[in-house]
């Protein structure tokens, strides 16, 4: 009986005890919350403007707000750890005007913030994730008598990121990219180096003390054996191999000696410290016809999980502790055979997925990507060979319809600006002055009063004070609504 009395007394003290815990692990800031929540905002602006201006901007964002021990992820890229190593990544977006680093251009990437995708989380909401859109531009056309030309550009892309912020700060201790889906093939093309030419490169780069090659002859040959390594065993070659232990991975830290020769030298050598295989010895043993894949548990996990699945079409015949040990075709005569429509027999007869799917590596058969929604709803000049039925990409559309996130009369389907020449997929795109658009309501800022339906553009308009597009939007006082030819909305008059 009295241990029995004793029991409501030690659960009492048991709650007191973890509720201590709690309060002496709680962290109070100098700041308010709104404030703090107010200057991370900043910071998040800031931050997205960086690759839109000038690297002596840019430099100086990345100065201002990364951690020195800042974690830089790039999903399908690498991860780039510490300030200097973060802030390099990025000097290949910008043009230095120097003939000798002329080459460290790539390209240019446009970011544009979705605010209203903008999600705070965990402990003093230090974790904000938001949704971006991006203009990508690769290959600059040196020659060309129009400046600021490029061998590729597309406009559409959406990447997903993560930041996580240091306690009480606005400064970035962690940052998480995942990128478009259809992008990642261009992005993996663009890295891939002339071996000769990159151990040139690093020869005239790394001198003196940084010198980590005795000769060209010593590079190529080492650039040789890595190549030849991922030729004879692709299977086994680890997903990022601009992180991985590649001629790609020393080809972008070799462009970036450029810049700064005593930080990336040493990541060109044959004992990188950078360009290592994170993947093994997971994938060392993957089999014929399979590849190393990366999981990650969530959006904000740093570290992936490695094992083998089997290539489109195959699935395993036997597995172990890593994934697939060995991988056998799945076999067909007739597209009913591969779970049609979602799947469908090819001229090998194999099993194949249609565009915008994905095999299960599995148990066979297609499904839609993660976030990715199935549509019958194709029309038949959609583009890119583009069929029902297809994955639809979050906040991608065809026909207004799809559009399901925004009122009808606010949202239309159209390009982007510029144009996604990856993908047969517009975007449910806001009518003028509203924000939001994609995966968001249409929100006018100026309040629900300036909404406004619009003769001219047959749908509601968001309107600031003045703005007009036919005359009974001024009122009284100003009757007639002045409109500049080719605009959609005018003025007041």
């Known amino acids: 009986m009295a241990r029995s009395g004793l029991r409501p007394f030690l659960v009492l003290v048991l709650l007191g005890v973890l509720a201590f815990v709690a309060a002496a692990q709680a962290v109070t800031c100098s700041q308010s919350p709104a404030e703090l929540q107010a200057a991370r905002l900043t910071a998040i602006r800031a931050y997205q403007e960086r690759l839109n201006g000038e690297v002596d901007n840019y430099a100086a964002v990345c100065d201002r707000y990364y951690t020195d021990d800042v974690h830089l992820t790039i999903r399908g890229i690498g ?29 240019r990437l446009e970011l544009t913030l979705d605010e209203p995708s903008i999600e705070w989380s965990g402990p003093n909401n230090d974790t904000v994730q938001f949704w971006q859109t991006c203009v990508v531009r690769l290959g600059p056309i040196w020659d060309s008598p129009v400046p600021g030309q490029y061998y590729f550009v597309t406009g559409g892309t959406r990447n997903f990121e993560t930041l996580v912020f240091a306690e009480c700060s606005d400064r970035i201790r962690s940052d998480i990219v995942i990128n478009d889906l259809a992008i990642m093939p261009i992005y993996a093309a663009n890295n891939e180096p002339d071996v ?19 000769t060209v002859e010593a590079c190529i040959e080492f650039m040789n054996v890595l190549d030849a390594r991922a030729a004879g065993h692709p299977e086994g070659e680890c997903p990022y191999k601009t992180a991985s232990n590649t001629t790609t991975c020393r080809n972008f830290h070799a462009t970036n000696a450029l810049v700064d020769p005593v930080v990336h030298c040493s990541h060109t050598a044959i004992n990188s410290p950078k360009c290592v295989d994170a993947c093994r010895p997971a994938c060392d043993e993957c089999p014929l016809h399979s590849h190393c894949n990366a999981d990650y548990a969530s959006p904000t996990a740093e570290t992936a999980v490695y094992t083998c699945l089997c290539d ?94 925004q009122s009808w009369n606010r949202v239309q389907c159209i390009a982007t600006s510029p144009p996604s020449t990856v993908s047969a997929w517009l975007a449910c795109q806001c009518n003028y002055g509203f924000i939001g658009g994609w995966l968001n309501e249409c929100e006018c800022p100026h309040g629900e009063s300036r909404v406004f339906w619009s003769t001219t553009v047959a749908a509601e308009v968001c309107l600031a004070e003045g703005e007009c597009t036919d005359d009974w939007h001024c009122g009284g006082s100003s009757p007639s609504c002045s409109i500049a030819t080719n605009a959609v909305v005018g003025t007041c008059a």
Not at 90 to 98: A, E, K, P, R
Not at 100 to 106: N, S, T, Y
Not at 198 to 211: F, N, P, R, V, Y
């Open 79 to 107: 991860t780039f750890d510490t300030l200097e190593v973060a802030k390099e990544y990025g000097y290949v977006l910008f043009n230095f005007s120097h003939p000798l680093i002329q080459e460290l251009w790539q390209g």
């Open 196 to 214: 000769p030419r990159l151990c040139e490169k690093i020869m005239a780069t790394c001198q003196g003390d940084l010198q980590v090659y005795p």
């Open 312 to 405: 489109d079409g195959f699935v395993p015949g036997a597995t172990g502790p890593n994934g697939a040990t060995s991988c056998v075709p799945v076999t067909c005569t007739a597209d009913w055979q591969c779970g049609t429509p979602y799947g469908f027999c090819d001229t090998t007869g194999n099993c194949r997925c249609p565009q915008t799917f994905e095999w299960d590596p599995i148990n066979g058969g297609c499904h839609c990507p993660t976030d990715y929604v199935l549509t019958w709803d194709v029309p038949a000049n959609s583009g890119l060979g583009l069929t029902a039925p297809a994955c639809k990409p979050p906040g991608g559309c065809l026909a207004r319809q799809h559009c399901t996130d």
